[in-house]
């Protein structure tokens, strides 16, 4: 009985020790992450618009519209739980007209099911910030995931919100 508990207690102290080190998220690029379904019924606009736009078709990525993610600080891409992580966001717009960037947010997902949530996270507002055709851009964003997530692997996605406008 007395062994059983030391054993316990060691994997205890251990799972503790090995916890700020564990992996919380892998960054993965794919451009499936950017197809989305619109919900049947809900409203689509731009920010600040009060005139609803209803769209049964699905959002599909932008034509001429490449995207990078970048850790500038985290080659293994890693990212512990509780500390803000840097994250540069590159797009390259080679489409027909001039992208209005809005914002930029992500969301972590398990691995093996993108309809379950692990946790929404920041929002980062861009204002005034337009991508002309033939233009590339990069966009900062810093994250940081809770340190109450349960330690496992998850799936980072990141979404850019954005119009476009006819040069």
Partial sequence: MAVRVWLSAILLAFLLAASPFAQVARAQSEEDAAMQEV???????????????????????????????????????????????????????????????????STLHLPYDHKMYGQNLTVQSFYNAS????????????????????????????FFTFGTTKD
């Fill in 39 to 105: 919900v049947d019924g809900a409203d689509l606009g731009y920010v600040g618009d009060d005139t609803p736009v209803s769209s049964e078709e699905p959002l599909s990525p932008a034509p001429g519209v490449e995207t990078v993610c970048v850790f500038p600080k985290n080659a293994g891409k890693i990212v512990p739980a509780g500390e803000e992580t840097e994250l540069l966001v590159g797009l390259q717009n080679e489409g027909e007209s001039t992208l209005n960037v809005v914002a930029v947010h």
């Fill in 131 to 158: 991508v002309p055709v033939s233009v590339q851009a990069t966009f900062p964003y810093t994250f940081a995931v809770s340190k109450f997530l349960q330690v496992s692997i998850l799936k980072l996605t990141i």
